[in-house]
């Protein structure tokens, strides 16, 4: 079988049996509107507050799309056995655990853009740099998704891993400056809001929608990859030393 055929039928089936259930469907759509409609609806509606919170309305819905559906899946597998037939597929297993994670960035991206949709009923976005802006928006949903793979394998229950993804999650919302910039945060906070990797994904959504930014896109961009090739690397290492050997 060539690697790419089994690569895209790993990702349709988790699609299938996963992402496309109607319950995970409408919560996908649910969760980004009850957010972006809560915070247009505090901005009063004005179009620069609009543009303002785009970049934290779409970081939260990427973020919370991606490590809530992976964690789960990943986790249900495990416990269910089923992932170790997955070993069984004559594919790499780095190859193998891409394609397991692809679903949730396709999940994690489609989330990006309900609030952008939005938007646009109610404020010009012809500003936007778009390409800068799916950039963005692509490696927040693969530095998330790679999050959630980390998570995953440190637990053994679903519940656990909804936990723990929370006690990271939550703080995220506060510290990455999505909707608080960061200079605003107390001094001792500020190191810790450059150690989490939605940092620099909100940096790139600020400087694609409203040209506010604090950090050269390349350096965001590079920290990004950074992060994913990290977590991926840690996530593929705890599978083959706790869940293969």
């Known amino acids: 079988m060539k690697l790419w055929i089994a690569f ?3 990702i ?3 699609m299938r049996t996963y992402y496309l259930k109607p319950p995970n469907i409408s919560w996908g759509l649910i969760f980004p509107l009850a957010w972006t409609g809560m915070f247009f609806i505090r901005s009063g509606s004005g179009i620069e507050d609009i543009l303002g919170l ?5 970081g939260v819905s990427i973020l919370f799309g991606t490590t809530s559906m992976l964690a789960v899946t990943v986790t249900f597998e495990k416990k269910n056995r089923s992932f170790e037939r997955l070993l069984l597929a004559p594919i790499p297993f780095e190859l193998l655990m891409l394609a397991k994670t692809g679903g949730a960035i396709l999940f994690g991206t489609a989330n990006a853009f309900v609030p952008v949709i939005m938007a ?3 404020a010009d976005l012809s500003q936007v740099a778009w390409g800068l802006f799916l950039a963005a928006v692509v490696m927040i949903a693969v530095t998330s998704t790679f999050f959630g793979l980390f998570i995953a394998v440190a ?3 679903v519940f656990e891993a909804q936990t723990f993804s929370n006690f990271f999650r939550f703080p995220m919302i506060f510290l990455c400056g999505l909707f608080f910039p960061i200079d605003g945060l107390p001094i001792f906070l500020k190191p810790l809001a450059y150690v989490l990797p939605l940092t620099y994904g909100a940096d790139i959504l600020h400087g694609a929608v409203h040209g506010s930014h604090t950090l050269p896109f390349t350096l965001d961009l590079a920290v990004l990859a950074a992060f994913c090739c990290g977590l991926f690397i840690i996530s593929l290492y705890k599978i083959r030393k706790t869940w293969i050997a």
């Open 8 to 10: 895209l039928q790993i």
């Open 12 to 14: 349709l089936k988790d």
């Open 54 to 58: 785009i970049p934290g309305v779409v």
């Open 120 to 122: 646009a009923f109610l």
């Open 155 to 157: 637990v053994s229950e």
